[in-house]
């Protein structure tokens, strides 16, 4: 087994906070992890430790073989971090900062002007590198953060909500960079609170919860275990809604989701939608809209978790 990131009992807490429980990943050469969950779940803690800037409070992790805690700098050769929010960098131009990024590497000097077209153009901002930061959108500085992140070609890519913020353009450019970078070989680690982001480029995912793993798989897995279609029924009566389908045949399982919807999972939601419609009448409860569809991972997480991840500034 070629394990790049592994954690055993990965353990951090604040004062009297735990922020991560105890964290078991095993992340392989070449995967696209995708470690999910709410606003404070840890993701952002999980990351740091593992990039070796904050010390674990218990349990072990190690990158590319190296132990964060005892190994650090072994550990910061090999991955490029793109931290969650955008990096300020002043009045320089997107080139200069790529260049004074490369020279904190400790590449060697004639290397760096030919490095940094490099990874500018490998994000997409050489046509802008001449610049100032301050003139650039969201998206571009994120892009620049990217490039920075690409510099010294690292093992390990770690990103913190790569596409927090930006408009739905520029995810599909972010994305399409760290889909690059993939096939380029390096392994990719990224926290997202945008489960569709996930779905897109990941191919397994970890979601946690309250600083331990709900649930890993791949995307893919872990949608068929939910089941095969979700109807979505919105009613101002859920409970009693609930109780009138709930001892049907064809219902897999029901969730009560925010705002009174149900979320029922079914096999086969041809024979489903017209059985609500028809308890909806019997039972004069007025359904006020209804729609179906193949799980996704939000279906994942709320089965899981029995809470919606609501993505808060979600662009699309
Ligand atoms: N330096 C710190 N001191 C005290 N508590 C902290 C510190 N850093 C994080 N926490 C707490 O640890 C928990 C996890 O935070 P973290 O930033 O890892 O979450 P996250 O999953 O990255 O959230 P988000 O989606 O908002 O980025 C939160 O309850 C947070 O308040
Ligand atoms: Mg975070």
Known sequence: MSAVIETLGLRKVFGDHVAIESLDLNIERGDVFGLLGPNGAGKTTTIRMLTTLLAPSGG??????????????????????????????????????????????????????????????????????????????GGMKKRL???CGLLHWPEVLVLDEPSLGLDVQSRHNVWGYIRDRHVGGATVLLATNYLDEADRLCN??????????????????????????????????????????????????????????????????????????????????????MTYSQPSLDDVFLLHTGRELREVGAAS
């Open 204 to 289: 397994k995912v970890a979601i946690i919860d309250r600083g331990s793993v709900v649930v890993q798989g791949s995307p893919s897995e872990l949608k068929r275990a939910v089941g095969a279609e979700v109807v979505q029924v919105s009613t101002g009566e859920p409970e009693r809604l609930r109780r009138a389908i709930e001892a049907e045949r064809w219902v897999k399982k029901i969730i009560a989701g925010e705002h009174g919807d149900l979320h029922v999972y079914v096999e086969d939601a041809s024979i489903a939608l017209p059985a609500v419609m028809r308890l909806g009448l019997e039972h004069g409860i007025n359904l006020k809209r």
């Open 60 to 137: 072990a992790a190690r990158v590319c073989g190296f132990d964060v805690a005892t190994q650090p700098s072994e550990v910061r050769r090999r991955i490029g971090y793109v931290m969650q929010t955008v990096a300020y960098r002043g009045l320089l131009t997107g080139r200069e900062c790529v260049e004074i990024e490369a020279a904190l590497y400790h590449l060697p000097r004639r290397d760096i002007p030919l490095r940094a077209e490099v990874v500018l153009e490998a994000v997409g901002m050489l046509p802008h590198a001449d610049r100032r930061w301050t003139t650039y959108s």
């Open 145 to 147: 953060d990217l490039a």
